[in-house]
């Protein structure tokens, strides 16, 4: 290993010196979560009969049943659809909003989404099938005097047609702060007292287990996440989860399968093992990565970049964005970081066009799962103000030396 990123790697020791006192905070709310998520393990009585996966129809499922049971008791909720078959996020999140909304109804997102769910309801391009296609209303809303005062401004904001508000924990591909389950709780109260009483939909991609509650605990009337980022612990091989009232998931169930079928079906191709043991683990796979964001939030501002949020502020998502002025230095850190991978780390990112997004993406993920962001992984939009996004980490270990090789890269980039 080179000299100066041993170098490297000692600076991060004392910086993580330092920030011991957050990161206890980080253990004793993992160990809280794990508590929780135990007394519903226990409440299902899971056993190892529950991890024989099944076929075909997938009818009367156990291993399922009890996943969801566990899924819907940690959340706070009257039912959950955890499945196999749901992709990603942009899957179960376009599942709920084709689901829940009708033509002239009206959607209202609260700020602009992300860039993939822009092309899936239609906000950009015409895609068949599109919520637009389909003749819903999509307007998008931001609040003039910042999100920490956005439930002030969202009284006047909500129509009468308005039959849903779409709102997005992480921030995206923008410096938009992540909406905390406290700011999410008071949109959740202007929602119940405005007359036209619109549902509250979380898309909750990158936001479980990095607070106390989650916005279904505060009122949040359904809720969509994937299970390759922060709940699947970094074991789920694929799916998603989507929890909440209970007609409300019904409905969803029914989009995904058929009407009348709606829950009943949808087999477990893969064992349930995976899916209750990444459940299970994910507290503990989110403080971990919550660690690696707080100490690369730190490394970088010492070094004079702007990142956000910054490395003591409250988190609300597992997302560290780093503003690196230039597309060369997006570049070269992704690379590094592709090349302190566990997998692929011979691979060279390259920025390339995607599937849903108006930018050519430049990824660094080295991860065992393909696109998993709960593993350790690095993205970025080629775009001005050139923002790249840090997200996972199976590991502390992992991530803090993965960071010590990317500023070693990028430090002899700048200096020559």
């Not at 998520?37 to 299902?44: G, Q, S």
Request: charged share 20%.
């Amino acid at each position: 290993m080179l000299n100066d990123e041993r170098t490297w790697r000692d600076w991060l020791d004392e910086l993580s010196e330092e920030l011991l006192p957050c990161f206890r905070s980080l253990w004793a709310r993992e160990e809280r979560q794990t508590a929780k998520l135990l007394h519903f393990f226990r409440e299902a009585g899971v056993g190892q009969h529950h991890f024989a996966p099944s076929t075909g129809y997938g009818l009367s499922d156990p291993g399922r049943e009890a996943l969801e049971f566990v899924f819907a008791g940690y959340f706070d909720t009257e039912a959950a659809l955890v499945r196999q078959q749901i992709v990603s996020g942009t899957h179960a999140i376009n599942l709920c909003l084709q689901a829940l909304l009708a033509p002239g109804e009206e959607v209202l997102f609260l700020g602009l989404p992300y860039d993939t769910l822009q092309t899936a309801v239609g906000l950009r391009g015409k895609c068949p099938g599109s919520l637009a296609e389909k003749g819903v209303i999509l307007r998008v809303w931001e609040p003039r005097a910042g999100w920490g005062r956005a439930a002030e401004e969202l009284t006047t904001a909500i129509a009468s047609r308005t039959r849903l508000l779409y709102v997005q924990r992480s921030g995206g591909y923008t410096l938009r702060p992540a909406l905390s389950v406290r700011t999410i709780a008071e949109i959740v109260k202007v929602a119940r007292a405005h007359s036209a009483n619109p549902l509250v939909f979380v898309d909750n991609c990158y936001g479980e287990f990095v607070e106390d509650e989650e916005p279904t605990a505060v009122g949040a009337d359904l809720m969509a996440g994937s299970l390759i980022k922060n709940p699947g612990g970094g074991l789920c091989p694929s799916g998603g989860y989507i929890v909440g009232r209970k007609e409300l998931v019904a409905r969803v169930a029914a989009q995904l399968y058929a009407p009348g079928l709606a829950g009943e079906m949808g087999p477990s191709l893969l064992s349930p093992r995976l899916f209750f043991q990444g459940f299970f683990q994910a507290p503990h796979l989110v403080a971990q990565a919550l660690q690696g964001a707080i100490l690369c939030a730190r490394a970088f501002a010492a070094l004079g970049y702007e990142v956000s949020p910054s490395w003591d502020d409250p988190r609300a998502d597992l997302v560290q964005r780093l503003v690196f002025g230039s597309p060369e230095g997006i570049l070269a850190f992704a690379r590094a970081i592709q090349a302190a991978s566990p997998v692929d780390a011979r691979a060279r990112p390259e920025p390339a066009p995607l599937p849903g997004y108006p930018d050519p993406v430049v990824m660094a993920g080295g991860t065992f799962v393909q696109g998993s962001s709960g593993e350790l992984s690095f993205d970025a939009p080629l775009r001005p103000p050139y923002v790249g996004y840090w997200q996972g980490g199976l590991s502390f270990a992992h991530t803090k030396l993965a960071l010590a090789h990317g500023l070693a890269t990028i430090n002899r980039g700048r200096h020559g």
